[in-house]
Nanobody, 117 residues
Framework: QVQLVESGGGLVQPGGSLRLSCAAS????????MSWYRQAPGKERELVAG????????NYADSVKGRFTISRDNDKKTVYLQMNSLKPEDTAVYYC??????????WGKGTLVTVSS
């Protein structure tokens, strides 16, 4: 059974940091590119950051460049999102996504990040 389980969300003050984790199981993690998406209330889901299957290349939304860092540990089958200098506009549900080269994709159920004083 395929599972992507996000954790690490919560309430943080502006300027603070959080580290999200996404633990994968049920598929060959090292063959999949991994991404983090987010969806704020009333807005469409958007790509935040992505990392290739071996971790050699990453990409970021302009809005998070320089503040967020995506990484992965293929031995632990986990992808991370380190979020620094958080802003209220980063408030959203953050979703983990796995995508294979042949097109198959999986989604986690999301973890809520709230940035507020």
């Amino acid at each position: 059974q395929v599972q992507l389980v996000e954790s690490g969300g919560g309430l943080v003050q502006p300027g603070g940091s959080l580290r999200l984790s996404c633990a994968a199981s049920g598929f060959t993690f090292s063959a999949y590119a991994m991404s983090w998406y987010r969806q704020a209330p009333g807005k469409e889901r958007e790509l935040v950051a992505g990392i290739t299957s071996a971790g050699g290349s990453t990409n970021y939304a302009d809005s998070v460049k320089g503040r967020f860092t995506i990484s992965r540990d293929n031995d632990k089958k986990t992808v991370y999102l380190q979020m620094n200098s958080l802003k209220p506009e980063d408030t959203a549900v953050y979703y983990c996504n796995a995508k294979a080269p042949w097109g198959r994709a999986y989604w986690g159920k999301g973890t809520l990040v709230t940035v507020s004083s």
